[in-house]
């Protein structure tokens, strides 16, 4: 088991926070909240040691094609592949951005 953890620059903080996934269900967590530090930070709990590299260019790519809202995002994998990390990721996004 491994704790990572990445920051990123960000835009302005929303106003709610999310839950999306479930890891008892073999899905990846996601809890996303306002960060007040006006930036992304993340702390990733991962099953997968050695994957730090794998997590650096997902989040990258992502924040390459918009700057994202300033939130704190605990994300609990549960081995997941890069395709359902993205689409959490994404859906997570979208119900924090909707007001």
């Known amino acids: 088991m491994e704790i990572l953890n990445f920051e990123f620059i960000a835009g302005q903080a929303p106003t709610k926070q999310v839950l999306v996934g479930c890891v008892g269900s073999g899905d990846l ?5 306002p960060n007040t530090e006006g ?3 993340i702390a990733v709990t991962t099953s997968v ?3 730090a590299q794998r997590w650096k260019n997902i989040f990258e790519r992502m924040f390459a094609e918009q700057i994202p809202p300033a939130v704190h995002i605990d994300i ?3 081995g997941a592949t890069p395709g359902v990390v993205r689409l ?3 859906q997570a996004f979208e119900e924090v951005n909707r007001g």
């Open 29 to 33: 967590e996601i809890l996303m909240e």
């Open 39 to 41: 930036t992304v930070s």
């Open 49 to 51: 040691d050695g994957s």
């Open 76 to 78: 609990h994998d549960f």
């Open 88 to 90: 959490r990721l994404e």
